[in-house]
């Protein structure tokens, strides 16, 4: 419900669609009943995403999206360090391009969107709906726990 939301987001974003079919493994913890560790994978109609995230392993945060021609590899990419640039890795056959980020704090980023959108009377960047789209994909996970 936390930390997963993430990963389902940026498969969204990337595939521009839902998931046609989603499977996953989910532990819920004994005494609190929240989820612990999750494995998911989502079948789109052109690729498919697979992730597993948890709030109780020792912190790691990568993504690799693999194409037909090149692949891209990024360490922490949801929420990168706010004191140092964050690289994004283009590999394509035998070449490495890096992209650098500069430091920011998304956090803080977002909510100066989201007030900047409400008091220029404009549009969020983000909609509700997405929010919506994910939610229904993280209980579509959780019921197949």
Same mark, same amino acid.
Do not use: C, M, W
């Given at each position: 419900m936390d930390v997963g939301c993430y990963n389902i987001s940026l498969?969204?974003?990337?595939?521009d669609k839902n998931p046609d079919q989603v499977?996953?493994?989910?532990?819920? %913890?004994?005494?609190y009943g929240v989820d612990i560790l999750s494995s998911g994978l989502l079948d789109f109609e052109?690729?498919?995403?697979t992730f597993t995230c948890s709030m109780q392993c020792?912190?790691?945060q990568h993504v690799q999206i693999m194409g037909t021609i090149a692949r891209i590899e990024m360490n922490m990419p949801f929420n990168p360090p706010v004191d140092r640039e964050t690289e994004l890795y283009v590999y394509s056959?035998?070449?490495?391009?890096?992209?650098?980020?500069?430091p920011c +704090? %998304?956090?803080?980023i977002q909510g100066d969107l989201f007030a900047k959108s409400i008091?220029? +009377?404009?549009?969020?960047?983000? %909609?509700?709906?997405?929010?919506v789209d994910n939610m229904k994909i993280i209980d579509?996970?959780?019921e197949n726990k």
């Open positions: 498969s969204r974003f990337l595939f499977q996953s493994i989910t532990k819920i %913890h004994p005494e052109s690729g498919t995403s020792a912190g790691l056959g035998d070449t490495v391009e890096t992209i650098r980020f500069a +704090n %998304h956090y803080t008091l220029d +009377n404009t549009d969020v960047p983000t %909609h509700l709906q997405d929010a579509s996970i959780l």
